[in-house]
């Protein structure tokens, strides 16, 4: 417990499907505020569920390059249970904190949020090596930067996406109570690629997991680009249509999007809820 700060060598790594950093390897480590991962390598890492569970001082990590996953690119916050891998809301559970000591009031709740609000990947120039992952804003996404695959539960105000972005993982932004605006780096991906966000199955909502948005409780603008061509059914739902789950202090406020925008599409339910949207 007064552990304060930690460096990861090279040698540390996967060995079969032995993860590198295991099941609450720093568990409870109230007082660890860093961890640094000496850079360099190309042996594959990854982090296994719970690892830095109840690290309240631990606010952000930069991975090295070698971040990988056990069975796909999103596995480096692998859950134990492999029947629920494919549950995006389990790609934060490396950092579950449920100690949090930040605090956001969104209508009459005041929730408390983990700390940890940052996560990085290093750029690093290693010949013939193809990262898993990439960061941008401290946001993580997949290493060809199309995918919005992780924002930490503990962020708080605006957040930026990428102008790489092509699309965002259902569950990507679970739980990010203290996000309040959603914004898109430029108007054009660098690539001439198009932005959407896909389906979401109905069928699916009491899980919530697979909600882009869902738990999202401050989240009042979303700023899309010009290049959205697609919004998927329940795209901007925050959370499933049932008595217990409704929130009545949710509710996203304004929604734009850019002058030429290519948006064709509009999803059943995309806007459902957004009972509190005035333009």
């Not at 296994?48 to 390059?65: I, M, Q, V, Y």
């Not at 898993?132 to 401290?138: A, L, P, T």
């Not at 930490?152 to 957040?159: D, F, I, K, S």
């Not at 009491?206 to 909600?211: A, C, N, R, Y």
């Amino acid at each position: 417990p007064n552990l304060t700060s930690v460096t990861v060598p090279t040698t540390v790594r996967n060995v079969g499907d032995v993860r590198a950093i295991g099941t609450r390897a720093f568990y409870d480590c109230e007082n660890l505020e860093s961890v640094t991962f000496t850079l360099g390598g190309t042996q594959p890492l990854s982090i296994a569920a719970e690892a830095f569970w109840l690290c309240p001082k631990l606010t952000s990590l930069t991975l090295p390059a070698r971040a990988s996953g056990m069975k796909n690119m999103y596995d480096v916050f692998e859950m134990v249970d492999a029947t629920t891998l494919d549950n995006p809301h389990y790609l934060g559970m490396a950092f579950t904190d449920y100690d949090g000591d930040v605090s956001v009031k969104s209508g009459t709740r005041e929730i408390t949020l983990p700390a940890f609000a940052q996560i990085n990947v290093a750029e690093e120039n290693i010949p013939n090596f193809t990262p898993q992952f990439w960061s941008y804003d401290g946001i993580l996404y997949s290493g060809d930067k199309k995918t919005v695959v992780y924002c930490p539960t503990g962020r708080t105000g605006e957040v930026e996406i990428s102008k790489y972005a092509e699309t965002i993982r259902p569950g990507a932004f679970y739980d990010c109570a203290g996000i309040t605006a959603i914004t898109f780096e430029d108007a054009e991906n660098v690539n001439g690629v198009d932005f959407y966000l896909d389906d979401v199955d109905d069928s699916t909502l009491i899980k919530d997991v697979e909600l882009y948005f869902y738990g999202c409780a401050s989240l009042k603008s979303i700023a899309f680009p010009a290049r959205l061509t697609r919004l998927g059914a329940n795209s901007l739902r925050l959370y499933a249509n049932y008595p217990n789950l409704r929130k009545a202090d949710y509710g996203l406020e304004t929604i734009t999007f850019a002058e030429g925008c290519r948006l064709t599409e509009i999803g059943d339910y995309s806007f459902a809820f957004c009972t509190s949207v005035e333009t």
